[in-house]
Nanobody, 118 residues
């Protein structure tokens, strides 16, 4: 049974920074392309960034230049460094492994809440 665990969210002022982390039990994340997703109230999950096993990354236009995804294979952890945060970045943030048909491999974890507000 794969369990994804996200952490590091919080309340931050516009323009601030935050780093969220993703670990897992039941699977070795080092073997997979991993993505960070977010879900705002009333909306579906959207992918904001992904990183391959070799470190190639992708970003949604809405976060390009502000967010950076990374992976620490020694810790089996995926990170999302978020900078220049905006109120519209407010959402629950999740990690998962994207598939070729735009689905995800595993059940969603609990996510970590990021709230950008003054």
């Amino acid at each position: 049974q794969v369990q994804l665990v996200e952490s590091g969210g919080g309340l931050v002022q516009p323009g601030g920074s935050l780093r969220v982390s993703c670990t897992a039990t039941g699977v070795d994340l080092r073997r997979y392309t991993m993505g960070w997703y977010r879900q705002a109230p009333g909306k579906q999950h959207e992918i904001v960034a992904s990183i391959t096993t070799t470190g190639n990354d992708y970003y949604a236009d809405s976060v390009k230049g502000r967010f950076a995804i990374s992976r620490d294979d020694t810790q089996k952890t995926i990170f999302l460094q978020m900078s220049e945060l905006r109120p519209e970045d407010t959402a629950l943030y999740y990690c998962n492994a994207p598939t070729a048909d735009f689905r995800t491999l595993w059940p969603w974890g609990q996510g970590t809440q990021v709230t950008v507000s003054s």
